[in-house]
């Protein structure tokens, strides 16, 4: 039932993305660079990890299946990291993305996998490794928006930010506007798709299952556990976010300090 | 009775500022742009990195709480800020007589509160941003060219609301103005910071 896309039928999209990307170079928006590279990237690694997913799936050691899961947060964590316009210097702002991502997918899909799925063994590869891929996939876009709106606002506002320690608040009350705004931020993707599933999209996973023969209301029970798991790890993760950096953008006298803030 | 004392203060260029303060008492501060008024009170309220002692009624800054030190060693900076779509947002909700009354003698009314806070003119800020202060009961009145942006007859009536205050509520006041007319009418000592020192003004 499966029809196979011919190069052709790629090129078709291919040149779509060359479109985009010409008529934003011409109306001067500046992401047809980024747009390429991502667009590569994408082309590359998915044809990569298609050759050895089977062998990866194979695999029954834990140690190994761990070090694949340590990469991909990593890696995830860097994307993170390069995509904000205003950073924390030094290791903190690598280790404020790869913590919060750690929370938000790593021991969510521990969680899951133990308590829920209860594959033999826990960390069976071919359940494993997607889950944990699709959580940090998504939960990565919340945090990097959560982070970017925290630290944008945190620079742009920081008259006011003082203004309201001059008067006597905590920093935890002078940045409480700021902390409600990138929770908000990092949530509204998955709120979205939480709110469109079923009705305007179908999600990738559970349509997949389906197609490929699975009974539709399991693929949709672990598509329900899927969301559940990104919305809290989303939400989690963001409130990990706004934990850290509000610790490193006041002293211990909780004095705002810009010093500790590094400009793109 | 020595209301703050400022013991070995050092920050920037500055290197031992020394001043005692007494309780009531209205403190003139000058000197040209860039020599550190503004950090000095920065310091003071403990917003920037400092080093040397600070001591309110023989208590230590550093062994109080920074929001609650801030808010009885309050600041008012040269530009007040405000986040809320309305004036009275930023006030504590019980309008206390002695609240409205310091609203009136700044020729405000209550209906005032209502005003949006795009629409207030710099000074209109600052006198506000005067009122907002008060509410917290200050014992230290740390007031950076406060009346810039006000023209004579405003300044005088800020000048008397904080003259009342400071009496009434046994607090004390550091200035900071350019105006010496200004000091020299509101001060019991005038300071002129220069080179990183204080110097007393006769």
Redesign the interface.
């Known amino acids: 039932m499966l029809i196979e896309l011919t190069p052709l039928d790629l090129s078709i999209a291919a040149l779509l993305v060359l479109l985009l990307g010409g008529l934003s170079a011409y109306m001067k928006l500046g992401v047809s660079r980024q747009l390429y590279i991502a667009a590569v990237r994408t082309t590359v690694q998915l044809l990569l990890i298609g050759l050895v997913l089977k062998t990866l799936f194979a695999s029954t050691s834990m140690a190994f299946i761990l070090l694949i899961s340590f990469i991909m947060i990593s890696v995830a964590g860097w994307e993170i990291l390069s995509r904000q316009q205003r950073k924390l210097k030094g290791w903190w702002g690598f280790g404020v993305s790869t913590g919060s991502l750690f929370v938000s997918s790593f021991l969510i899909t521990l969680l899951c996998l133990l308590t829920v799925i209860k594959a033999d063994p826990w960390y069976a590869p071919q359940y494993a490794i997607p889950l944990l891929g699709m959580l940090l996939g998504n939960t990565m876009t919340g945090i990097a928006l959560g982070i970017d709106r925290l630290m944008q606002n945190a620079w742009q506002q920081r008259p006011l930010i003082e203004q309201r320690l001059m008067l006597g608040q905590t920093a935890a009350e002078a940045i409480s506007g700021l902390r409600r705004e990138a929770m908000r931020a990092g949530m509204i993707p998955i709120m979205n798709s939480m709110a469109a599933a079923g009705l305007v999209s179908l999600p990738g996973m559970m349509t997949g299952q389906i197609l490929a023969g699975a009974a539709p209301v399991e693929a949709v029970k672990y598509q329900i556990l899927i969301m559940f798991m990104i919305s809290s790890g989303t939400g989690l993760g963001v409130i990990s976010v706004l934990w850290l950096i509000s610790k490193r953008l006041f002293d211990e006298r909780e004095r705002l300090c810009f010093k500790r803030l590094l400009k793109e | 009775m020595q209301l703050l004392q400022i013991k070995n203060l050092q920050f920037l260029h500055c290197y031992s500022i020394n001043l005692q303060v007494n309780a009531g008492e209205i403190i003139g501060l000058s000197g040209v742009s860039g020599s550190g008024k503004s950090l000095l009170l920065r310091a003071l ?5 400092h080093q040397g002692e600070v001591l309110l009624n023989d208590v230590n800054q ?1 062994s109080i709480p ?3 030190w ?2 009885q060693v ?4 040269a ?3 405000w ?1 809320f779509d309305t004036l009275g947002e930023h006030f504590s909700e019980n309008f206390t007589p002695e609240f409205l009354e310091n609203l009136m003698a700044l020729g405000f009314s209550e209906e005032s509160l209502q005003w949006s806070v795009a629409r207030l003119s710099s000074g209109e800020k600052q006198r506000f941003g005067l009122l ?2 008060l509410q ?1 009961k200050p014992q230290v009145l740390l007031l950076d060219e406060p009346t810039a942006n006000l023209d004579e007859t405003n300044s005088l009536l800020f000048e008397n609301l904080v003259k009342k205050y400071c009496a009434k509520q046994q607090a004390c006041v550091i200035w900071v103005s350019h105006d010496e007319q200004q000091l020299i009418r509101l001060c019991q000592r005038r300071y002129f910071l220069e080179n990183g020192e204080l110097n007393h003004v006769n």
Request: proline residues 5%.
């Open positions: 309220a403990d917003l920037d990195k550093q920074p929001h609650l801030r808010k309050a600041l008012l900076s530009e007040t800020h986040w907002r202060l917290n």
